[in-house]
């Protein structure tokens, strides 16, 4: 029930196209979706993030879709460059804080 | 602001020697901090949970005594890899969390460790 699972593990997308990485949840608790952008031999910088109480949140390029009923988030990044070219983790933590659980991450690759 | 320095960036040790890694929350004060360890294309495994001024709590399957971890301040969260192995190479990721009420955590910028 802690699990949250992330897809595609890899994705290549065109300069100028959308890439769109998908995460599933379990734990009905959760009630803070981030997301993650790692790029090799860094730490995880937060990109965006949602709550549950709004289905939709936009951040320049990036934009989070949220499903509660279905218990899915996406992230959209909108005219996708050569330096989006990173490891995108989705996130998920129960109310009241603790701890973050991961996916699986998604190595996004944006050919010029 | 919410800035967490992590150092150092790259280390390397003697097999069977120990090595101390920092984490510091600069501008402002972190009751709790986290550490992760992360293989090449995985994702971030918790370790443990550092709090101030009590023990750290470690997730199942994590050795404390191996990996020691004192947060004796607001802003210093530090991990001991004791009696380091080739093995125990890994990249060590610490995090922590802002002030109560803002569930933005901040991740350091990471630590290679390399055991020969």
């Known amino acids: 029930q802690q699990q949250v699972k992330q897809s595609p593990q890899s994705l290549i997308v065109q300069k100028g196209g959308i890439s769109i990485i998908n995460c599933a949840y379990e734990n009905t608790a959760f009630d803070y979706f981030p997301w993650y952008q790692q790029f090799p031999g860094k730490g995880p910088a937060l990109l965006i993030a949602i709550r549950p109480d709004v289905s939709e949140k936009k951040e320049g390029r990036f934009t989070i879709s949220f499903n509660k009923s279905a218990k899915q988030f996406s992230l959209h990044i909108m005219d996708s460059q050569p330096g989006d070219s990173a490891t995108y983790f989705c996130a998920a933590m129960g109310n009241q804080g603790g701890k973050l659980i991961f996916g699986q991450g998604t190595e996004l690759s944006v050919k010029p | 602001g919410a800035v967490v320095s992590q150092h150092p960036s790259r280390v390397i040790c003697k097999s069977g020697t120990s090595v101390k890694i920092e984490c510091r929350s600069l501008?402002?004060?972190?009751?709790?901090m986290f550490w992760y360890r992360q293989f090449p294309k995985k994702s971030l495994m918790l370790m443990a949970t550092s709090n101030e001024g009590s023990k750290a709590t470690y997730e199942q399957g994590v050795e404390k005594d191996k990996f020691l971890i004192n947060h004796a301040s607001l802003t210093l969260s530090t991990l001991t890899v004791t009696s380091a192995h080739p093995e125990d190479s890994s990249f060590y990721i610490c995090?922590?969390?802002?002030?109560?009420?803002?569930?933005?955590?901040?991740f350091g910028s990471g630590t290679r460790l390399t055991v020969v």
């Open positions: 501008d402002f004060q972190a009751t709790t």
């Open positions: 995090s922590a969390r802002p002030p109560v009420g803002n569930y933005g955590y901040t």
